[in-house]
């Protein structure tokens, strides 16, 4: 079966320039060949889809969302509020919406189990490739340590498809690590530093983990084949990610703070998350630490990414949602072009910088021959208006490994 994008501009997520009139020609699921319109060398019963005066994108990836999350109150995060099936339910919906507004790879950063993984792969619902950390991996009063207000710890059964991330020192660490992976973990998550919407007392300076504890959890995912992303915003359990050598930043709020931080991540190649939109929300949060929070991080944030960019460290873009709901992920692309990308570049954070921050650029994020066809068309030019690409009406057609996922 052989699919033909035909007249469209093609932007293909290398940083190349926008080439206008091509043909994306896709064949068993990959792209068999980017040529001219006119070219015509696909064969007669192919497929020829009319794309003319649109944008052809590889599909977007969000690097940093939690599916299967749906707020921050206590008793939703606690799965209090409803039946499971419920939860789940709205999850699968999430998960489908998603896929619909361009999205064909979401990196999970806690919370979604396997199974949903699994869903999508068998075509129970459809969705983008999903990649889960299954849970955050903290210490004791780490932010995936469940406790109250009160100090009464969530007294909820475990889930056996989502175990406990409280890991207790370095063994215990290597432990989490190993069933966090028997769950079906594509990556590991953990946290060096509490955020902007943890507990009083555990804010974006406070430190979780020790180095040795940190060199423990990446040694061990390592090993196992697991790239290790890690919540960290600022202080002494952000540069302790960095010494012990985690593959990506989430958040990085204060990474500008400690001058020595962001030559570490260009040497390392390590990457950088920052995840904008999640803190223009909590900047209108009714809990006052968390507002305070994050107006606090907003400026040294956006120095942040200035900093990065100039020393060659990958920005990528991650929504952070889940909690804030469920907005169009293309909303993060915006606020990273006014904290000092290009659009050309807050594309390359969602397309091909994004699978490379994933370690699946050999497979996605980018339309070149051999790739899977992995392809989104928006009416318009999003490096003219990044916003059309939030924009579900604009969102025109959603391949995904050469099938027509979606078409509007
Ligand atoms: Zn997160």
Redesign the pocket.
């Known amino acids: 079966m052989t699919i033909v994008l035909k007249g469209g501009t093609l932007i293909d997520g290398t940083g190349a320039a926008p080439v206008r009139d091509t043909a994306v020609v896709v064949h068993d699921g990959r792209v068999d060949a980017v040529t001219t319109a006119g070219a015509n060398t696909w064969p007669r019963d192919a497929e020829v889809i009319d794309v003319s005066g649109k944008t052809i994108l590889p599909g977007l990836i969000d690097c ?1 969302d ?1 599916m299967a999350l749906h707020g921050y109150e206590l008793a939703r995060r606690w799965n209090l509020d409803e039946p499971g099936s419920t939860k789940s339910l709205r999850t699968a919906q999430a998960i489908q919406q998603t896929l619909g507004r361009g999205y064909t790879a979401v990196r999970d ?2 919370g979604l189990d396997a199974g949903f993984r699994l869903a999508v792969e068998e075509g129970l619902i459809r969705g983008p490739r999903l990649y889960t950390a299954v849970t955050i991996i903290s210490p004791i009063g780490g932010i995936g340590d469940r406790v109250a207000p009160s100090g009464h710890e969530c007294l909820v059964p475990p889930d056996p498809a989502s175990p406990r991330g409280v890991a207790h020192g370095v063994e215990d660490v290597r432990n989490v690590v190993r069933t966090m992976v028997r769950a079906g973990a594509d990556v590991i998550k953990c946290a060096t530093t509490g955020g902007a919407s943890s507990r009083k007392g555990h804010g974006p300076k406070d430190a979780a983990f020790t180095l040795e504890e940190m060199k423990a959890l990446v040694d061990e995912a390592h090993a196992l084949g697991r790239k290790v992303m890690c ?1 960290a915003l600022g202080g002494r359990g952000l540069r302790i990610a960095l010494e012990a050598g985690v593959d990506s930043i ?2 990085g709020c204060y990474l500008d703070e400690d001058p020595e931080l962001i030559p570490m991540m260009a040497e390392q190649g390590i990457v950088f998350v920052p ?1 904008l939109l ?1 803190y223009e929300y909590h900047r209108e949060s009714k809990q006052p630490h968390v507002k305070a929070r994050a107006s606090a991080l907003q400026a040294h944030h956006v120095e942040a990414v200035q900093r990065a960019l100039a020393a060659g460290v990958k920005v990528v873009a ?1 929504t ?1 949602a ?2 804030h709901g469920h907005p169009p992920n293309a909303g993060e692309l915006p606020l990273l072009v006014a904290a000092g990308l290009t659009p050309m570049q807050a594309l390359q954070a969602a397309t091909g910088w994004a699978a490379e921050c994933l370690g699946v650029e050999q497979e996605i994020g980018t339309v070149e021959k051999g790739k899977l066809a992995d392809l989104v068309v928006a009416a318009g030019d999003p490096l003219a208006d990044l916003r059309i690409l939030a924009d579900l009406e604009r969102i025109s057609l959603v391949i995904k490994g050469g099938v027509v996922e979606v078409r509007r």
Do not use: K, N, P, Q
């Open positions: 940093h939690h950063a806690g919540h989430e958040h995840t999640v991650g952070d889940g909690g």
